[in-house]
Nanobody
Framework: QVQLVESGGGSVQAGGSLRLSCVAY????????IGWFRQAPGKEREGVAA????????YYANSVKGRFTLSQDNAKSTLYLQMSSLKPEDTAMYYC?????????????????WGQGTQVTVSS
């Protein structure tokens, strides 16, 4: 089993920055892909970014490329999502996910384990 705990959300003005953290507990050595997803009220959950923990390859949704950056601290079993130049449309609950089982790394349907989420609110 794997447990994921997110933190770092908050309220910022447009153009600001936040850094989200996702700490993994349990059988973390079995994890290959870890992803960040978000869900705004009334919208479907969407993929934001993912990392292949084995070699550090990263994948980003077009909407966040150039603004969001993934990094990992393997010693701390922690994945970070640095978010810059935030926009009001980035407002959502952000979730960390692991236990990838498919082929589409930014599809929420391909992950088994989810954290409880952390809220990000960007005001104009």
């Amino acid at each position: 089993q794997v447990q994921l705990v997110e933190s770092g959300g908050g309220s910022v003005q447009a153009g600001g920055s936040l850094r989200l953290s996702c700490v993994a507990y349990g059988y973390v050595s079995t994890l290959d892909y870890i992803g960040w997803f978000r869900q705004a009220p009334g919208k479907e959950r969407e993929g934001v970014a993912a990392i292949y923990t084995v070699n550090g390859n990263t994948y980003y949704a077009n909407s966040v490329k150039g603004r969001f950056t993934l990094s990992q601290d393997n010693a701390k079993s922690t994945l970070y999502l640095q978010m810059s130049s935030l926009k009001p449309e980035d407002t959502a609950m952000y979730y960390c996910a692991a236990g990838f089982r498919g082929s589409l790394v930014l599809s929420p349907n391909e992950y088994n384990y989810w954290g409880q989420g952390t809220q990000v609110t960007v005001s104009s």
